[in-house]
Protein backbone atom coordinates (compact mmCIF):
# COMPACT_ATOMS: atom_id res chain seq x y z
CA UNK A 1 0.00 0.00 0.00
CA UNK A 2 2.87 2.22 0.88
CA UNK A 3 4.39 1.52 -2.06
CA UNK A 4 1.44 2.23 -4.21
CA UNK A 5 1.48 5.54 -2.56
CA UNK A 6 4.84 6.53 -3.25
CA UNK A 7 4.36 5.43 -6.92
CA UNK A 8 1.56 7.55 -7.38
CA UNK A 9 3.45 10.52 -6.11
CA UNK A 10 6.25 9.98 -8.22
CA UNK A 11 3.62 9.66 -11.21
CA UNK A 12 2.29 12.93 -10.26
CA UNK A 13 5.38 14.75 -9.95
CA UNK A 14 6.69 13.75 -13.25
CA UNK A 15 3.36 14.57 -14.34
CA UNK A 16 3.77 18.31 -12.38
CA UNK A 17 6.99 18.96 -13.62
CA UNK A 18 6.01 17.81 -17.81
CA UNK A 19 3.04 20.49 -16.64
CA UNK A 20 5.14 23.68 -15.47
CA UNK A 21 8.02 22.75 -18.49
CA UNK A 22 5.13 23.05 -20.78
CA UNK A 23 3.71 26.40 -18.79
CA UNK A 24 6.78 28.10 -19.17
CA UNK A 25 8.02 27.31 -22.79
CA UNK A 26 5.21 28.06 -24.27
CA UNK A 27 4.26 31.84 -23.65
CA UNK A 28 1.08 33.65 -23.30
CA UNK A 29 1.09 36.61 -25.63
CA UNK A 30 -1.67 39.17 -25.94
CA UNK A 31 -1.24 38.36 -29.57
CA UNK A 32 -1.71 34.36 -28.61
CA UNK A 33 -4.44 35.21 -26.53
CA UNK A 34 -6.55 37.08 -28.89
CA UNK A 35 -5.82 34.71 -31.58
CA UNK A 36 -7.27 32.06 -29.22
CA UNK A 37 -10.42 33.75 -28.04
CA UNK A 38 -11.63 34.58 -31.42
CA UNK A 39 -11.32 31.82 -32.93
CA UNK A 40 -13.51 30.31 -29.80
CA UNK A 41 -16.02 33.08 -30.30
CA UNK A 42 -16.42 31.85 -33.42
CA UNK A 43 -16.55 28.27 -32.88
CA UNK A 44 -18.72 28.98 -29.69
CA UNK A 45 -21.68 27.23 -30.58
CA UNK A 46 -20.01 24.19 -31.87
CA UNK A 47 -17.27 24.19 -28.43
CA UNK A 48 -20.53 23.76 -26.67
CA UNK A 49 -22.20 21.04 -27.63
CA UNK A 50 -18.89 19.44 -27.92
CA UNK A 51 -18.43 19.85 -24.68
CA UNK A 52 -21.66 18.53 -23.58
CA UNK A 53 -20.95 15.44 -26.02
CA UNK A 54 -17.56 14.71 -24.28
CA UNK A 55 -18.27 15.01 -21.04
CA UNK A 56 -21.78 14.96 -19.83
CA UNK A 57 -23.48 12.37 -22.68
CA UNK A 58 -20.77 9.95 -22.79
CA UNK A 59 -20.83 9.53 -18.72
CA UNK A 60 -23.38 7.87 -17.02
CA UNK A 61 -22.17 9.72 -13.60
CA UNK A 62 -22.78 13.02 -14.97
CA UNK A 63 -25.81 14.27 -13.15
CA UNK A 64 -26.38 16.95 -15.60
CA UNK A 65 -26.61 14.00 -17.92
CA UNK A 66 -29.57 12.23 -15.62
CA UNK A 67 -30.90 15.71 -15.05
CA UNK A 68 -31.15 16.37 -19.59
CA UNK A 69 -32.56 12.46 -20.00
CA UNK A 70 -35.54 13.00 -16.95
CA UNK A 71 -36.21 16.50 -18.63
CA UNK A 72 -36.64 14.65 -21.96
CA UNK A 73 -33.67 16.37 -23.82
CA UNK A 74 -31.30 13.95 -26.18
CA UNK A 75 -28.15 14.96 -27.82
CA UNK A 76 -30.27 15.92 -31.42
CA UNK A 77 -32.70 18.02 -29.25
CA UNK A 78 -29.82 19.65 -27.78
CA UNK A 79 -27.85 20.38 -31.15
CA UNK A 80 -30.95 21.27 -32.71
CA UNK A 81 -31.83 23.98 -29.82
CA UNK A 82 -28.59 25.85 -30.22
CA UNK A 83 -28.55 25.73 -33.95
CA UNK A 84 -31.81 27.67 -34.01
CA UNK A 85 -31.60 29.81 -30.90
CA UNK A 86 -28.14 30.17 -29.84
CA UNK A 87 -26.35 28.66 -26.97
CA UNK A 88 -27.77 31.40 -23.77
CA UNK A 89 -31.84 30.93 -25.24
CA UNK A 90 -31.28 26.93 -25.27
CA UNK A 91 -29.98 26.89 -21.14
CA UNK A 92 -33.09 29.33 -20.42
CA UNK A 93 -34.82 26.45 -21.76
CA UNK A 94 -32.68 23.77 -20.16
CA UNK A 95 -33.07 26.03 -16.63
CA UNK A 96 -36.90 25.65 -16.94
CA UNK A 97 -37.22 22.23 -17.61
CA UNK A 98 -35.27 21.44 -14.67
CA UNK A 99 -31.81 20.86 -16.09
CA UNK A 100 -29.62 22.95 -13.28
CA UNK A 101 -27.83 22.97 -10.30
CA UNK A 102 -28.94 25.46 -7.43
CA UNK A 103 -26.04 26.74 -5.39
CA UNK A 104 -26.96 24.77 -2.08
CA UNK A 105 -27.09 21.50 -5.03
CA UNK A 106 -23.29 22.27 -6.16
CA UNK A 107 -21.68 23.27 -3.20
CA UNK A 108 -23.22 21.33 -0.54
CA UNK A 109 -23.92 18.54 -1.88
CA UNK A 110 -27.53 18.56 -1.09
CA UNK A 111 -29.85 15.75 -3.05
CA UNK A 112 -31.13 17.09 -6.42
CA UNK A 113 -35.10 16.40 -6.46
CA UNK A 114 -36.54 17.57 -9.85
CA UNK A 115 -40.41 16.22 -10.84
CA UNK A 116 -39.91 12.43 -9.45
CA UNK A 117 -35.77 12.06 -9.98
CA UNK A 118 -33.79 12.00 -7.22
CA UNK A 119 -30.04 12.01 -7.09
CA UNK A 120 -27.69 12.14 -4.01
CA UNK A 121 -24.54 12.98 -4.66
CA UNK A 122 -22.45 9.68 -4.00
CA UNK A 123 -24.17 8.86 -7.32
CA UNK A 124 -23.22 11.79 -9.61
CA UNK A 125 -20.30 13.93 -10.29
CA UNK A 126 -19.53 17.71 -12.09
CA UNK A 127 -15.84 16.70 -12.17
CA UNK A 128 -14.85 16.43 -15.97
CA UNK A 129 -13.75 12.42 -16.52
CA UNK A 130 -11.78 13.80 -19.22
CA UNK A 131 -9.06 15.42 -17.73
CA UNK A 132 -6.24 14.42 -15.00
CA UNK A 133 -5.92 17.18 -12.16
CA UNK A 134 -2.74 18.05 -12.16
CA UNK A 135 -3.21 19.75 -8.55
CA UNK A 136 -5.80 20.81 -6.24
CA UNK A 137 -7.41 24.00 -4.47
CA UNK A 138 -9.94 24.45 -1.93
CA UNK A 139 -12.57 26.86 -2.12
CA UNK A 140 -13.16 29.33 0.44
CA UNK A 141 -14.60 26.97 3.11
CA UNK A 142 -18.04 28.28 3.88
CA UNK A 143 -18.84 24.94 4.07
CA UNK A 144 -18.59 22.58 6.78
CA UNK A 145 -15.82 21.13 4.53
CA UNK A 146 -14.80 23.47 2.16
CA UNK A 147 -15.32 22.22 -1.66
CA UNK A 148 -12.03 20.47 -3.35
CA UNK A 149 -11.60 21.57 -6.76
CA UNK A 150 -9.43 20.10 -9.40
CA UNK A 151 -7.10 22.49 -11.63
CA UNK A 152 -5.00 21.11 -14.49
CA UNK A 153 -1.88 23.41 -16.36
CA UNK A 154 -3.80 22.54 -19.44
CA UNK A 155 -6.38 24.16 -18.16
CA UNK A 156 -4.68 26.89 -16.48
CA UNK A 157 -2.69 27.98 -20.27
CA UNK A 158 -5.75 27.57 -22.30
CA UNK A 159 -8.09 29.80 -20.07
CA UNK A 160 -7.04 31.37 -16.77
CA UNK A 161 -3.93 32.83 -18.66
CA UNK A 162 -5.73 33.92 -21.79
CA UNK A 163 -8.10 35.72 -19.79
CA UNK A 164 -5.79 37.24 -17.26
CA UNK A 165 -3.13 38.07 -19.51
CA UNK A 166 -5.60 40.20 -21.70
CA UNK A 167 -7.23 41.56 -17.83
CA UNK A 168 -4.17 43.20 -17.82
CA UNK A 169 -3.55 44.43 -21.47
CA UNK A 170 -7.40 46.04 -20.82
CA UNK A 171 -6.07 47.79 -17.55
CA UNK A 172 -3.02 48.85 -19.32
CA UNK A 173 -0.12 46.96 -17.54
CA UNK A 174 0.13 44.37 -19.78
CA UNK A 175 4.36 45.47 -20.11
CA UNK A 176 4.61 46.63 -16.20
CA UNK A 177 5.88 44.14 -13.82
CA UNK A 178 3.36 42.38 -11.27
CA UNK A 179 3.44 41.95 -7.23
CA UNK A 180 0.75 39.38 -6.23
CA UNK A 181 -0.46 39.53 -2.16
CA UNK A 182 -3.42 37.27 -2.44
CA UNK A 183 -4.43 34.51 -0.02
CA UNK A 184 -2.70 30.98 -0.85
CA UNK A 185 -5.31 29.49 -3.30
CA UNK A 186 -5.41 32.54 -5.66
CA UNK A 187 -2.30 33.10 -5.06
CA UNK A 188 -0.74 30.56 -6.66
CA UNK A 189 -3.12 30.70 -9.54
CA UNK A 190 -1.42 33.29 -10.42
CA UNK A 191 1.94 32.51 -9.74
CA UNK A 192 1.48 29.69 -11.78
CA UNK A 193 -0.29 32.36 -14.78
CA UNK A 194 2.19 35.08 -14.60
CA UNK A 195 5.13 32.20 -15.31
CA UNK A 196 3.05 31.07 -18.68
CA UNK A 197 3.03 34.62 -19.75
CA UNK A 198 6.93 34.81 -19.57
CA UNK A 199 6.55 37.59 -16.54
CA UNK A 200 6.44 36.12 -13.45
CA UNK A 201 5.75 38.36 -10.49
CA UNK A 202 8.48 39.72 -8.87
CA UNK A 203 7.47 39.65 -5.77
CA UNK A 204 4.87 36.77 -4.55
CA UNK A 205 2.91 37.93 -1.00
CA UNK A 206 0.64 35.34 0.38
CA UNK A 207 -1.47 37.00 3.36
CA UNK A 208 -2.33 33.58 4.96
CA UNK A 209 0.94 31.75 6.45
CA UNK A 210 1.51 28.75 4.48
CA UNK A 211 3.88 27.07 7.00
CA UNK A 212 0.74 27.06 9.30
CA UNK A 213 -1.81 25.28 6.75
CA UNK A 214 0.00 22.33 6.02
CA UNK A 215 0.64 22.91 2.50
CA UNK A 216 0.76 19.19 0.39
CA UNK A 217 4.16 17.95 -0.03
CA UNK A 218 3.07 18.01 -3.90
CA UNK A 219 2.65 21.52 -3.68
CA UNK A 220 5.53 22.77 -1.81
CA UNK A 221 7.62 20.26 -4.41
CA UNK A 222 5.38 22.38 -7.14
CA UNK A 223 7.06 26.07 -5.70
CA UNK A 224 10.38 24.75 -5.98
CA UNK A 225 10.06 23.23 -9.18
CA UNK A 226 8.65 26.36 -10.80
CA UNK A 227 11.90 28.27 -9.43
CA UNK A 228 13.89 25.44 -10.52
CA UNK A 229 12.17 25.02 -14.15
CA UNK A 230 11.81 28.91 -14.45
CA UNK A 231 15.33 29.69 -14.14
CA UNK A 232 16.19 26.98 -17.44
CA UNK A 233 14.18 29.54 -19.15
CA UNK A 234 16.06 32.99 -18.15
CA UNK A 235 12.58 33.86 -15.44
CA UNK A 236 13.41 34.50 -12.31
CA UNK A 237 10.65 32.77 -10.35
CA UNK A 238 9.73 34.22 -6.69
CA UNK A 239 9.10 31.82 -3.98
CA UNK A 240 6.31 33.23 -1.47
CA UNK A 241 6.66 35.09 1.70
CA UNK A 242 4.11 35.54 4.22
CA UNK A 243 2.49 39.23 4.59
CA UNK A 244 -0.04 39.39 6.67
CA UNK A 245 -2.60 42.27 6.39
CA UNK A 246 -0.85 44.20 9.68
CA UNK A 247 2.76 44.13 7.74
CA UNK A 248 1.02 45.89 4.64
CA UNK A 249 4.56 48.53 5.14
CA UNK A 250 6.36 45.44 3.29
CA UNK A 251 4.28 45.30 0.10
CA UNK A 252 4.05 49.06 -0.19
CA UNK A 253 7.85 49.14 0.14
CA UNK A 254 7.89 46.36 -2.76
CA UNK A 255 5.40 48.46 -4.68
CA UNK A 256 7.75 51.77 -4.68
CA UNK A 257 10.58 50.09 -5.15
CA UNK A 258 9.40 48.18 -8.11
CA UNK A 259 7.80 51.62 -9.59
CA UNK A 260 10.96 53.38 -9.03
CA UNK A 261 13.15 50.39 -11.27
CA UNK A 262 10.73 50.16 -13.65
CA UNK A 263 8.70 53.08 -13.89
CA UNK A 264 5.16 51.01 -13.66
CA UNK A 265 3.81 48.38 -11.47
CA UNK A 266 0.58 46.04 -10.94
CA UNK A 267 -0.44 44.85 -7.85
CA UNK A 268 -2.60 42.19 -7.93
CA UNK A 269 -4.77 42.19 -4.57
CA UNK A 270 -8.39 42.23 -2.70
CA UNK A 271 -10.11 45.18 -2.69
CA UNK A 272 -9.77 45.90 0.68
CA UNK A 273 -6.25 45.68 0.51
CA UNK A 274 -5.63 47.69 -1.82
CA UNK A 275 -7.32 50.17 -0.27
CA UNK A 276 -5.41 49.58 3.08
CA UNK A 277 -2.05 50.37 0.95
CA UNK A 278 -3.33 53.52 -0.85
CA UNK A 279 -4.27 54.65 2.89
CA UNK A 280 -0.39 53.99 4.08
CA UNK A 281 0.61 55.66 0.90
CA UNK A 282 -1.09 58.76 2.24
CA UNK A 283 -0.12 58.56 5.10
CA UNK A 284 3.65 58.62 4.12
CA UNK A 285 2.37 61.54 1.49
CA UNK A 286 3.17 59.53 -1.26
CA UNK A 287 1.44 59.42 -4.45
CA UNK A 288 0.43 55.94 -6.33
CA UNK A 289 0.77 57.29 -9.76
CA UNK A 290 2.09 54.74 -11.37
CA UNK A 291 0.62 51.88 -9.74
CA UNK A 292 -2.59 49.89 -10.84
CA UNK A 293 -4.52 47.77 -8.89
CA UNK A 294 -6.07 44.37 -10.47
CA UNK A 295 -8.62 43.26 -7.35
CA UNK A 296 -11.26 40.53 -6.59
CA UNK A 297 -12.44 38.42 -3.66
CA UNK A 298 -14.90 41.06 -2.95
CA UNK A 299 -16.93 43.63 -3.86
CA UNK A 300 -15.19 46.80 -5.48
CA UNK A 301 -17.56 49.69 -4.22
CA UNK A 302 -17.36 53.15 -5.21
CA UNK A 303 -16.06 54.36 -1.81
CA UNK A 304 -13.39 52.02 -2.27
CA UNK A 305 -12.77 52.76 -5.90
CA UNK A 306 -12.32 56.35 -5.09
CA UNK A 307 -9.96 55.91 -1.90
CA UNK A 308 -7.49 53.96 -4.34
CA UNK A 309 -8.02 56.08 -7.26
CA UNK A 310 -7.72 59.53 -4.94
CA UNK A 311 -3.64 58.21 -3.76
CA UNK A 312 -2.60 58.38 -7.67
CA UNK A 313 -3.33 54.99 -8.56
CA UNK A 314 -5.74 53.25 -11.21
CA UNK A 315 -8.08 49.92 -10.59
CA UNK A 316 -9.91 47.63 -12.48
CA UNK A 317 -11.68 44.45 -11.61
CA UNK A 318 -11.18 40.30 -12.32
CA UNK A 319 -14.40 38.09 -11.41
CA UNK A 320 -12.99 34.96 -10.70
CA UNK A 321 -14.89 31.52 -9.51
CA UNK A 322 -12.62 29.19 -7.98
CA UNK A 323 -14.62 26.31 -9.67
CA UNK A 324 -14.41 27.62 -13.04
CA UNK A 325 -11.97 30.61 -14.13
CA UNK A 326 -11.54 34.07 -15.39
CA UNK A 327 -15.33 34.58 -15.60
CA UNK A 328 -15.21 38.10 -16.22
CA UNK A 329 -12.33 40.51 -17.64
CA UNK A 330 -12.03 44.55 -16.30
CA UNK A 331 -13.44 46.94 -18.47
CA UNK A 332 -10.80 50.09 -19.88
CA UNK A 333 -13.86 52.17 -20.03
CA UNK A 334 -16.00 50.83 -17.12
CA UNK A 335 -19.20 52.52 -16.50
CA UNK A 336 -19.17 51.25 -13.05
CA UNK A 337 -16.23 51.14 -10.44
CA UNK A 338 -16.73 47.18 -10.76
CA UNK A 339 -17.51 46.41 -14.63
CA UNK A 340 -16.01 43.70 -15.97
CA UNK A 341 -16.72 41.64 -19.61
CA UNK A 342 -18.09 38.37 -19.04
CA UNK A 343 -15.54 36.27 -21.01
CA UNK A 344 -17.96 34.39 -23.14
CA UNK A 345 -15.71 32.53 -25.41
CA UNK A 346 -15.26 30.17 -22.04
CA UNK A 347 -18.32 30.60 -20.06
CA UNK A 348 -22.28 31.70 -20.80
CA UNK A 349 -24.30 33.15 -17.94
CA UNK A 350 -28.11 33.46 -17.78
CA UNK A 351 -30.58 34.60 -15.00
CA UNK A 352 -32.17 32.98 -12.32
CA UNK A 353 -34.53 35.07 -10.26
CA UNK A 354 -33.86 34.61 -6.40
CA UNK A 355 -35.65 35.97 -3.25
CA UNK A 356 -33.76 38.78 -0.99
CA UNK A 357 -33.95 38.17 2.71
CA UNK A 358 -35.64 41.61 2.40
CA UNK A 359 -38.66 40.38 0.29
CA UNK A 360 -37.49 41.79 -2.62
CA UNK A 361 -35.60 39.72 -5.86
CA UNK A 362 -32.69 40.01 -7.74
CA UNK A 363 -31.51 37.66 -11.05
CA UNK A 364 -28.77 35.00 -9.91
CA UNK A 365 -26.17 34.35 -11.86
CA UNK A 366 -26.27 30.95 -13.67
CA UNK A 367 -23.16 30.25 -14.90
CA UNK A 368 -22.04 27.17 -17.87
CA UNK A 369 -18.59 26.24 -18.78
CA UNK A 370 -17.85 25.97 -22.62
CA UNK A 371 -14.68 24.69 -23.17
CA UNK A 372 -14.19 20.43 -22.83
CA UNK A 373 -10.82 21.33 -20.73
CA UNK A 374 -12.26 22.71 -17.65
CA UNK A 375 -11.65 20.25 -14.96
CA UNK A 376 -15.08 21.04 -13.08
CA UNK A 377 -18.04 20.94 -15.25
CA UNK A 378 -20.97 23.63 -14.66
CA UNK A 379 -24.08 24.03 -16.36
CA UNK A 380 -26.65 26.13 -15.42
CA UNK A 381 -25.21 26.49 -11.59
CA UNK A 382 -26.21 28.58 -9.39
CA UNK A 383 -23.40 30.63 -8.76
CA UNK A 384 -24.87 32.60 -5.66
CA UNK A 385 -24.16 35.64 -6.85
CA UNK A 386 -26.31 38.41 -8.26
CA UNK A 387 -25.49 41.97 -10.25
CA UNK A 388 -26.58 43.65 -13.21
CA UNK A 389 -26.24 42.08 -16.90
CA UNK A 390 -25.98 44.73 -19.51
CA UNK A 391 -24.83 44.48 -23.50
CA UNK A 392 -23.18 47.51 -24.40
CA UNK A 393 -20.12 48.54 -26.36
CA UNK A 394 -17.22 50.17 -25.21
CA UNK A 395 -14.59 50.03 -27.69
CA UNK A 396 -11.91 48.21 -25.22
CA UNK A 397 -10.29 44.76 -26.04
CA UNK A 398 -13.01 42.89 -25.44
CA UNK A 399 -14.84 44.77 -27.25
CA UNK A 400 -13.35 44.34 -30.57
CA UNK A 401 -13.00 40.08 -29.58
CA UNK A 402 -17.16 40.06 -29.63
CA UNK A 403 -17.70 40.21 -25.77
CA UNK A 404 -19.75 43.22 -25.32
CA UNK A 405 -21.99 41.55 -21.67
CA UNK A 406 -20.57 43.81 -19.15
CA UNK A 407 -21.46 42.61 -15.37
CA UNK A 408 -21.60 45.27 -12.68
CA UNK A 409 -22.41 45.29 -8.81
CA UNK A 410 -21.68 41.71 -8.27
CA UNK A 411 -22.77 40.52 -5.02
CA UNK A 412 -23.54 37.51 -3.18
CA UNK A 413 -26.51 36.15 -2.19
CA UNK A 414 -25.54 34.42 1.35
CA UNK A 415 -21.81 35.31 1.79
CA UNK A 416 -20.33 38.27 4.12
CA UNK A 417 -17.00 38.99 2.70
CA UNK A 418 -14.39 40.94 5.14
CA UNK A 419 -11.12 41.20 3.56
CA UNK A 420 -11.46 38.40 0.96
CA UNK A 421 -12.63 36.02 3.51
CA UNK A 422 -16.34 34.93 3.22
CA UNK A 423 -18.32 33.55 5.78
CA UNK A 424 -21.64 31.70 5.32
CA UNK A 425 -24.98 33.24 6.16
CA UNK A 426 -26.62 30.40 7.51
CA UNK A 427 -23.73 29.31 9.80
CA UNK A 428 -23.96 32.90 11.56
CA UNK A 429 -27.50 32.70 12.06
CA UNK A 430 -26.65 29.79 13.88
CA UNK A 431 -24.10 31.58 16.26
CA UNK A 432 -25.70 34.82 16.15
CA UNK A 433 -29.46 33.64 17.42
CA UNK A 434 -28.66 30.10 18.83
CA UNK A 435 -24.59 30.32 20.41
CA UNK A 436 -24.66 33.80 21.67
CA UNK A 437 -27.92 34.74 23.28
CA UNK A 438 -27.47 30.86 25.20
CA UNK A 439 -24.02 31.95 26.85
CA UNK A 440 -24.00 35.66 26.77
CA UNK A 441 -28.14 36.24 27.37
CA UNK A 442 -30.52 37.92 25.69
CA UNK A 443 -32.86 36.98 22.79
CA UNK A 444 -32.51 35.68 19.27
CA UNK A 445 -33.02 39.18 17.66
CA UNK A 446 -30.56 40.95 20.44
CA UNK A 447 -27.55 39.84 17.47
CA UNK A 448 -26.69 40.76 14.26
CA UNK A 449 -23.73 40.83 11.97
CA UNK A 450 -23.22 43.75 9.59
CA UNK A 451 -21.16 44.04 6.56
CA UNK A 452 -20.13 48.12 6.42
CA UNK A 453 -17.43 50.57 5.26
CA UNK A 454 -15.73 52.49 8.24
CA UNK A 455 -14.74 56.38 6.75
CA UNK A 456 -11.27 54.97 5.14
CA UNK A 457 -13.63 52.97 2.89
CA UNK A 458 -12.09 49.93 4.60
CA UNK A 459 -14.25 46.80 4.95
CA UNK A 460 -15.73 45.81 8.39
CA UNK A 461 -17.82 43.50 10.37
CA UNK A 462 -19.57 44.70 13.26
CA UNK A 463 -21.16 42.44 15.84
CA UNK A 464 -24.17 44.45 17.13
CA UNK A 465 -25.68 43.58 20.02
CA UNK A 466 -28.54 45.28 21.54
CA UNK A 467 -27.99 47.29 24.81
CA UNK A 468 -31.45 45.35 25.99
CA UNK A 469 -28.76 42.17 26.69
CA UNK A 470 -26.99 44.72 29.10
CA UNK A 471 -23.80 44.74 30.22
CA UNK A 472 -21.72 41.99 28.10
CA UNK A 473 -17.77 41.35 28.07
CA UNK A 474 -17.04 42.08 24.72
CA UNK A 475 -13.83 41.21 24.71
CA UNK A 476 -15.20 37.57 25.28
CA UNK A 477 -18.25 37.78 23.38
CA UNK A 478 -15.64 38.08 20.22
CA UNK A 479 -13.35 35.64 21.02
CA UNK A 480 -16.32 32.97 20.94
CA UNK A 481 -17.58 34.28 18.10
CA UNK A 482 -14.31 33.83 16.16
CA UNK A 483 -14.36 30.03 17.87
CA UNK A 484 -16.64 29.58 16.72
CA UNK A 485 -16.75 29.92 13.11
CA UNK A 486 -13.36 28.54 13.08
CA UNK A 487 -14.92 25.29 14.34
CA UNK A 488 -17.35 25.59 11.44
CA UNK A 489 -14.77 24.98 8.52
CA UNK A 490 -11.87 23.58 7.72
CA UNK A 491 -9.60 26.37 7.27
CA UNK A 492 -11.85 28.19 10.12
CA UNK A 493 -8.53 29.31 11.87
CA UNK A 494 -7.20 30.86 8.53
CA UNK A 495 -10.34 32.61 9.05
CA UNK A 496 -10.37 33.88 12.09
CA UNK A 497 -6.43 34.88 11.96
CA UNK A 498 -6.71 37.32 8.78
CA UNK A 499 -9.83 38.72 10.67
CA UNK A 500 -7.62 39.43 13.68
CA UNK A 501 -5.12 40.72 11.39
CA UNK A 502 -7.29 43.22 10.07
CA UNK A 503 -8.78 44.11 13.13
CA UNK A 504 -12.26 43.18 11.26
CA UNK A 505 -14.56 42.42 13.37
CA UNK A 506 -15.84 45.05 15.56
CA UNK A 507 -18.76 44.94 18.44
CA UNK A 508 -20.98 47.57 18.34
CA UNK A 509 -23.68 47.80 20.97
CA UNK A 510 -26.84 49.47 19.45
CA UNK A 511 -30.47 48.14 18.11
CA UNK A 512 -29.88 45.95 15.45
CA UNK A 513 -30.56 47.42 11.86
CA UNK A 514 -33.83 46.56 10.23
CA UNK A 515 -34.35 46.29 6.09
CA UNK A 516 -36.52 49.37 4.50
CA UNK A 517 -38.98 46.35 4.16
CA UNK A 518 -39.22 45.82 8.22
CA UNK A 519 -37.43 42.90 8.47
CA UNK A 520 -34.87 42.24 11.31
CA UNK A 521 -32.16 39.61 9.99
CA UNK A 522 -29.68 37.89 11.69
CA UNK A 523 -26.91 38.62 8.99
CA UNK A 524 -27.14 41.57 6.89
CA UNK A 525 -26.19 40.25 3.10
CA UNK A 526 -27.14 43.38 1.46
CA UNK A 527 -24.97 46.45 3.10
CA UNK A 528 -22.59 46.42 -0.23
CA UNK A 529 -25.65 45.87 -2.39
CA UNK A 530 -27.48 49.22 -1.12
CA UNK A 531 -24.25 51.30 -1.41
CA UNK A 532 -21.75 52.84 0.58
CA UNK A 533 -24.44 55.43 2.67
CA UNK A 534 -26.75 52.98 3.23
CA UNK A 535 -23.55 50.66 5.01
CA UNK A 536 -22.85 54.09 7.05
CA UNK A 537 -26.16 54.22 7.95
CA UNK A 538 -25.59 50.84 9.42
CA UNK A 539 -22.48 51.17 11.32
Known amino acids: MRFASTFSNVGLGIGMARGLVMLTSSQCTVESAKALLRRRMAERDQIFLRMVRETIWAHPKSVYRRLLSSAGWTDETLAQSVRGRGVEATLEALRDSGVYLSHEEFKAGKPVHRDGLMLDWDEVTTNNPLVSPSYEVRTGGTRSRGTRVPSSFDYLADQRGPAWRLTLEALGVGSWPTIVWLPRNAGLQWWLALMHMGRPPLRWFSITDLSSLRIPLLHQAMFRLGQV ?90 YNITEAGAVGGACTYPADADDVHLVADSFALIPRRRALPDGGFADGFMITTLLPSSPMILLNVDSDDFGQVVTRRCGCIWDALGMQTHLTNIRSFSKLTGEGVTVLGTECVRILEEVLPREFGG ?45 TAQGGGAVSHLWRQADTIRVVRREPVMTPGGKLLAFHTLAFARGPEDSHAGS
Open 229 to 318: IGRTRGLRVPYYEHVPLSDADVVLDAMLAARARHRGCAVITSPSAATRLAGLARQRSTTLEGVAFLVGGEPLTRGKSDEITRAGARVGVR
Open 443 to 487: RSIDYQLLEVEDEHHLTRLHLVVSPSVGQVDEEKLLLRFKREIGG
